[in-house]
């Protein structure tokens, strides 16, 4: 599934609601298509529910004390940008920023190396029970709620020095491991072993076959697995706030809980700091929405 | 859990002692019957870490459920005492109560949903990648934050609308009402949440040949007959899938209640998750060790009978 089949309007017909007023000509494919404007003005009114909050957001953070009030949708005149500069001081935004960006960026190469890894082993040695074993085993985790070992993972981790970001990284990757393998060793099986026997005839071992041949095809699943990763570990709150004992090492939305008592005075600077940590996100799906839509998509073709 | 651990140990050996017992597709093309060693070491320290991370901390706490650990000090056995106290605590009972109705009504709201807005993409609209862009940014933001910022939007922006509209009865925060406070958690779970249904049924949609529809226009059939008939059938797989996904996500719902109303008022709305984790701080951990094993076994139950639901269907997940 590429983001060309996401953007194409695949069959073309109706949603409810839909007036067949236009029914004999839309049906050949050739005439293009016929827009929909009352559908589309609905799904415009729709999308209102996801702008109006993120509208509110911006809006409280560039208020001054004296502006809020009322409803809050009011767009503030004039702007006070000083709240960013304010939150970026008090949250003490940049080492929220950096170990939430360590968390992160370890997990997704974690989640990459481990997931690619054991997929490869386990797809194309299936007939092994050892392997197949260990996929099952694997997949249990899927049944096992966070909730479930959480107290006792935490007093592990503590007595293992690894209640901090470190500490978080592994779980991040090992908690997510059942599926990214599932979503790997689909595409791994669709790779011809043809490809590595001729590498194997010249001499490839087995690592230089994964690292040379099968880790580059993988790259539409890997831009997959590193997206789910990226997002659940830039947003998880979990994990980081019941794992990281030192409230210095603390991740960004953790952050945003610890100084709540902080910001019921002053709202205007807790929406600022809300938007910072919601930023990086958010840019980051803008600039890359086509690659980051068909990267979710397919995994949740799978 | 314990089950699949087992099976994994036993095939250990076996795999490692006896690989010629396996057949020899895959094996490299230097042995048919032997296997590069390197195969082992690409999933035995990953096996390793997970076996230390993730089943020795659900061991452990079963093995606690059944003391009277307090999370320090000194313990004994005391059997399944807090498995019976469990079942005559009215504040655990009213979480569960609480958790299965709102995950029940999020998974219907979710549903319902995401595949409007699917069957919205996925028709001819003007606009269509922007529109697009716009319905899955929540998708990308952190919940906790989310919940803050609606947080402000229920306790004070709402009321202010509803009493300058004259609607006293919503002129107070929601937040703060024991009987409604559920229902912002539910609203803002489903703004959390569509998205991530929506694709799955952008893909369902996306999968049905546009033919089936021209026959169905050939012989008159109008859009709702379509949907019902045609449309529905055809992505019945996909919407097994998220009422499976969803339904199993919200029964761990935290972060959004956390950020909403805490539990409250009250305990009105304290999810099993968050009862759970107050056996961290609460001095009860083994009490919320033997909830924790009760949670899982219903969510093992309910996996159970989804998956039994899924090949009666023959949907591949």
Request: proline share 5%; charged share 10%.
């Amino acid at each position: 599934m590429t983001a060309s089949t996401l953007s194409k309007p695949v069959n073309n017909t109706n949603p409810p609601r839909r007036k067949n007023l236009s029914g004999r000509t839309r049906k050949s494919s050739r005439e293009g298509y016929k827009v929909n404007w009352w559908l589309t003005a609905l799904m415009l009114v729709a999308s209102l529910t996801v702008l109006l909050p993120l509208y509110f957001t911006v809006a409280m953070a560039l208020k001054s004390p004296d502006q809020i009030g009322g409803t809050g949708l009011a767009w503030p005149n004039p702007m006070n940008w000083e709240n960013f500069a304010a939150a970026y001081v008090a949250t003490n935004f940049p080492r929220a920023f950096m170990s939430t960006a360590f968390v992160t960026v370890f997990s997704v190469l974690g989640s990459l190396a481990c997931s690619s890894l054991v997929a490869y082993a386990i797809a194309r040695n299936w007939n092994r029970k050892f392997f197949r074993g260990s996929f099952v085993y694997l997949l249990s985790a899927m049944f096992i709620p966070f909730p479930v070992i959480i107290l006792p993972l935490i007093k592990q981790t503590a007595l293992l020095g690894l209640d901090n970001p470190a500490g978080v990284v592994f779980l991040h990757v090992l908690g997510g491991i059942s599926f990214n393998t599932l979503l790997y060793i689909a595409f791994v099986r669709s790779i011809p072993v043809e490809l590595e026997e001729s590498a194997r005839m010249d001499g490839a071992t087995t690592w230089q076959v994964f690292r040379k041949i099968i880790f580059p095809l993988l790259a539409p699943m890997n831009a997959t697995v590193g997206i789910f990763a990226f997002l659940g570990s830039w947003n998880d709150f979990l994990l980081p706030q019941m794992m990281i004992a030192d409230p210095a090492l603390q991740t960004l939305p953790v952050v945003q809980m610890l100084f709540q008592g902080e910001f019921n005075t002053n709202y205007s600077l807790a929406f600022a700091s809300y938007l910072m940590a919601m930023a990086p996100t958010l840019v980051v799906y803008i600039l890359a929405q086509r690659w980051v839509l068909s990267g979710v998509m397919r995994g949740a073709v799978k | 859990m314990t089950i699949t651990s087992r099976v994994a140990q036993t095939a250990r050996p076996a795999g490692r002692q006896n690989p010629t017992s396996a057949s020899e597709k895959t094996g490299t093309f230097r042995s048919k019957n032997t296997i590069d060693p390197t195969y082992y070491w690409m999933v035995l320290p990953v096996l390793a870490l997970f076996a230390f991370f993730i089943t020795l901390p659900a061991l452990v706490g079963v093995f606690f459920s059944l003391t009277n650990y307090a999370g320090y000090g000194d313990w004994k056995f005391i059997g399944l005492s807090n498995y019976v106290n469990i079942f005559k605590d009215p504040a655990v009972l009213q979480s569960y109560v609480f958790t299965f109705v709102f995950a029940l009504t999020t998974t219907v709201v979710v549903n319902v949903v995401a595949l409007a807005i699917a069957l919205g993409l996925n028709a001819k609209i003007k606009w269509r990648t922007g529109i697009r862009t716009v319905f899955f940014i929540p998708m990308v933001l952190s919940a906790l934050i989310v919940s803050f910022v609606f947080n402000y939007l229920f306790s004070n922006s709402l009321p202010v609308l509803m009493e300058r509209l004259g609607y006293t009865p919503l002129a107070t925060s929601i937040l703060a009402n024991e009987n409604l406070a559920w229902i912002a958690i539910v609203l803002v779970t489903v703004w959390q949440a569509a998205p991530g249904a929506t694709i799955i049924y952008l893909a369902g949609l996306q999968s049905v040949p546009s033919e089936v529809y021209e026959a169905a226009d050939l012989d008159g059939a109008g859009s709702f007959r379509q949907f019902l008939s045609l449309t529905l059938p055809l992505i019945m797989g996909y919407l097994v899938i998220n009422v499976i996904l969803g339904f199993k996500g919200f029964l761990g719902t935290y972060e959004i209640i956390v950020g909403l109303t805490g539990g409250g008022p009250g305990m009105a709305t304290q999810s099993v998750a968050m009862r759970i984790f107050s056996g961290f701080t609460g001095g009860d951990y083994s009490y919320q060790m033997a909830n924790a094993v009760i949670y899982f076994l219903i969510t093992l139950l309910i996996s159970v009978i989804q998956l039994r639901l899924i090949q009666r269907r023959g949907v591949s997940l």
